[in-house]
Structure formats: C-alpha cells, structure tokens
C-alpha cells in the first residue's frame, strides 16, 4: 500500500503546480495528506532519487520528478546505480535495472 | 469522410530534450527529416483532426481508476506536464475537437468499452510528436489513451479491437481523420539501462507491421515482451492499435537503433489504408 501512495503523492506533484508550490515552501503539511513510512517521507523531503527507485516507483513518474529537481539526465541515471549500490536491487514494480549498471550510450560513457 | 492517414512514430522525450547531447549530429538530422516529412504527407491529406494514440506516461491516469482505453474529448488540452526546459518543448494550449470525439466515442462504444476524458494534459508521449507533426499547434487533436505503463494491460487482441472500433468510427463521421500511433518498441526508458534497445526484436515487430501479420502482432506474450524488449516494449500497444486501424502494411520510412541517447529505437512509418 505504502508504495501506492509513495506514486501516488509524486504523480500529484507532477502534474500540478499548486503542488509544486507546497513541495518547496510547505513540504511537510503536503506529506500529511499522503500515508507514508519515515524512509518515504526522507527520500521525498530530500529528493533522493536513488532510493525512491529501489522503493519500486515507476520510471515515468520518477523521471519527471527528477526534472523538476531540476537533475541533468546523466545524473539522473547515475543516482538510481548509486541507489542500487548503496540499498539493493529495485524491490517492487516494473522499473527493475537489467543492465547490471552499464552505460548505454557513448555519450555517457565519454561525457 | 474517413480514416484518411495512419502512421506510427516514436515519442521518447529526449527526442527533443537531449537533442544536443547526440553525438551523430547526422543520423538525428535524417530522424528529423523523415518525422518532416511525415508531416507533410498529414498534411497533404487535409485531415480535420489528428487521432494521437498514445501511452501516456501519468499525466492523466494514475492506478487509483486507470482506464485500458480513454478517449479525450475536451475542448482543449495543455501541455507539456514536465518541466518545459527538460523536455525543450514550450508550455503551450492545444486544440481538440469535442464534438467529434464524442462522435467517435459514441461508435467506438458499440464495440470497445472506452473511458472518456474532458481534460487531458499532455506529457512527452502526446507533445513530442506534435512538436514535428503540427509544429504550429494549430491542427485539432484528439487524444486517446492506452495504458502500456504497467499490469494489468489490455491484451493485445482487445487493442486490435479497438483500432478496429477507431477505423469503424471514422467511418461514421463528414471529417477527415489522421491517426498515429506513437509508442516505442524495445526499450528501458528511465531506468539506469536508458539506451539499451534490443534491436533484433525491433525488426523483427517493424516486420511483422510491414507483413500486416495480425497473427503474429498478437502473439506477444506481456511477459515475454517486458523480458526481451523492457518495460517499454509494452508500448507496442500503440502501434498495433494503429496497424489494426489501417488495415493495411506498414511503409517503414525510419528505423534507427544508433540514436540511444534518445533511449529508444527512433521509428517512422506510414500505414497502407485498406
Ligand atoms: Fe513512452
């Protein structure tokens, strides 16, 4: 359930601009309205991007909360392997990494 | 009037965003060459209305109500719903047709159960083919939704259905009706495996378009495809929608694995009308 609402409160946040107002000037009343584990809370207040990707949610919606932080792509890419690094495969949903961490583009691997 | 034209091409929004990372500055230029031309064939067909059937990527739907299929009927749709910077697509209003979708709509119903929406905002999967085919935003859209993002999906003979349903519909209405179907085909889009594009299984699916084989579209198991083609690959959905509208085989104008930094195989192809 918990990773329901996880997507749920990202999706919000996605596509609505009242939302996106509240994340940066009231983050925690925002979070209230959602049912979340401390550890979600943490990686939603801190943008970790890494471990909301092993917490299972889906790439699409992670994607575009990674630019609204405003994260380059290769950056991007490079968070979700530190977060399989540091906390384990991706334990839920469709999104699991397959490459074992490779690069597939020249332009990351020579950037 | 009728089903006047039916394409496929590919939305990945690096498409437009990473544009300027692309290293074979040549390959990218011919992508975009022949998604301008596919423009100029819409156009030379003086559609009405473009059908965009896409697989949005949580711009409108979220698994609290997710619809197999939706049909957006409103007056108007916005987009894109990500950071415009990103996605280096201006924000902008684009115009629908309610009428005629509610038109379509209604024919559709007598054979494929839709949903319907009358807002719809519009992510990279809608904005990154409209930025080639109606770079002016001035044609009207019809949006229609099929969810490729996740269990539980349609099955792939009800999306047959539903293209099939489309053509029908179109056939009912004085407009004159573009469709596309715009999806990708092998792919891992925003994961650490960004790039990785299985493009033996790319050719092969773009085959099977080309041969009209609806027998062998349909025999794609989902498990099968998310293991040789990626999350992605559940996208075929949109083109074999397209396919079963058009009836006919696929003309590929386009096919490219060597644009990864897009993350997808870059596709562009017209349908024969039957
Ligand atoms: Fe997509």
Redesign the interface.
Known sequence: MSLYQLQKFLYVLNRDQASQRRYRDEIHELLNDFDLTDEERQALVEGDIGLLYVLGVNGQILMHFAAFLGIEWFDYLELMREGIRKHGPVRAGVYAMTGGGERFTQEEKTR | MSLVYAGVLSHA??IT??AD???DVSIRNEFYEKLDRQRKEIEEMQPDVLVVVAAE????F???NMPAFCVGIGEEHAGP???PE??KIPYTTVPGNADLGNRLCTEIMKSVDVAYAEEW?L?HGIMVPLHFLTPRYDLPVIPVNINC???PLAPLHRVWAFGQALKRACGTVPERVAVVGTGGISH??????????NAEWDVEFLDRLRRADKKALLSYTDEAT?REA??GGFEIRTFIAAAAAAGGPLNLQFYTAKL??FAVGCTVGRFEIL
């Open positions: 929004p690096g965003g990473r990372l692309v290293r990527h949580f711009a409108n979220f698994m609290n719903i990500e950071d990103w996605l905002k992510d993002q996740g269990p891992w889009p925003a994961t650490p495996d960004s790039g990785k594009i998310y990626g999350q990864p930094i």
